[in-house]
């Protein structure tokens, strides 16, 4: 079965630092891209960052340069490392990817940026 | 601002049928980058209504549907029931910010 597991999501002062994690089941994250979109209290979806099967990245123009998009293929597990955190950075944070051109989702960790 | 435009909201009564539009570019929907939706209740993740344009994952009730052309996609909600009162998003890819691109939602409200 197909899992996507978020974690590491917590309170964090502005100009902070937090990693998330994403470990997949069911499938190889090394095989597949693997995204992390979210969602700011009481607003939309927003696209975060991507990462291909050929290791190449991509970023929203709102993070780019603060964070970065890791993938770990011994443990099967995306991550992201967010830097110098903004109070505008405060969401719920969802891992994605699709397999056989089916999105799936995890059920995301929340971020909260405030001093 | 989205770089897809969906209405904010629609409503309809019980048993009704629903339409949600999303509209977007030529670098994007225009430009032949497929649409998925998404349907979300309060406080949980968005959950895959419809995929590549017209398909329904396993276990979605064939009430939801899908279509594209050109520029735009759609999704229709037959038979509405109140539990289908959620928020939905459209997703495609964008070829000029190489990423993905969402609507801003469309709150359906069942009367």
């Known amino acids: 079965e197909v899992q996507l597991v978020e974690s590491g999501g917590d309170l964090v002062q502005p100009g902070g630092s937090l990693r998330l994690s994403c470990a997949a089941s069911?499938?190889?994250?090394?095989?597949?891209?693997m995204a992390w979109v979210r969602q700011a209290p009481g607003k939309g979806l927003e696209w975060v960052s991507t990462?291909?099967?050929?290791?190449?990245?991509d970023y929203a123009d709102s993070v780019k340069g603060r964070f970065t998009i890791i993938r770990d293929n011994s443990r099967n597990t995306l991550y992201l490392q967010m830097n110098s955190l903004r109070g505008e950075d405060t969401a719920v944070y969802y891992c994605?990817?699709?397999?056989?051109?089916?999105?799936?989702w995890g059920q995301g960790t929340l971020v909260t940026v405030s001093s | 601002q989205s770089v897809l435009t969906q209405p904010p909201s629609v409503s309809g009564a019980p048993g009704q049928r629903v339409t949600i539009s999303c509209t977007g570019s030529?670098?994007?929907?225009?430009?032949?980058?497929?649409v998925h939706w998404y349907q979300q209740h309060p406080g949980t993740a968005p959950k895959v209504l419809i995929y590549?344009?017209?398909n329904r994952p396993s276990g979605v009730p064939d009430r939801f549907s899908g279509s594209k052309s050109g520029t735009s996609a759609s999704l229709a909600i037959s038979g509405l029931q109140a539990d289908d009162e959620a928020d939905y998003y459209c997703?495609?890819?964008?070829?000029?910010?190489?990423?993905?691109?969402f609507g801003g939602g469309t709150k359906v409200t069942v009367l």
């Open positions: 994605a990817t699709g397999l056989s051109e089916v999105p799936w």
């Open positions: 069911g499938f190889t994250v090394s095989s597949n891209y």
């Open positions: 990462i291909y099967s050929g290791g190449n990245t």
């Open positions: 030529s670098s994007n929907v225009g430009a032949g980058f497929d």
């Open positions: 590549v344009n017209n």
């Open positions: 997703q495609s890819y964008d070829s000029s910010l190489h990423g993905w691109v």
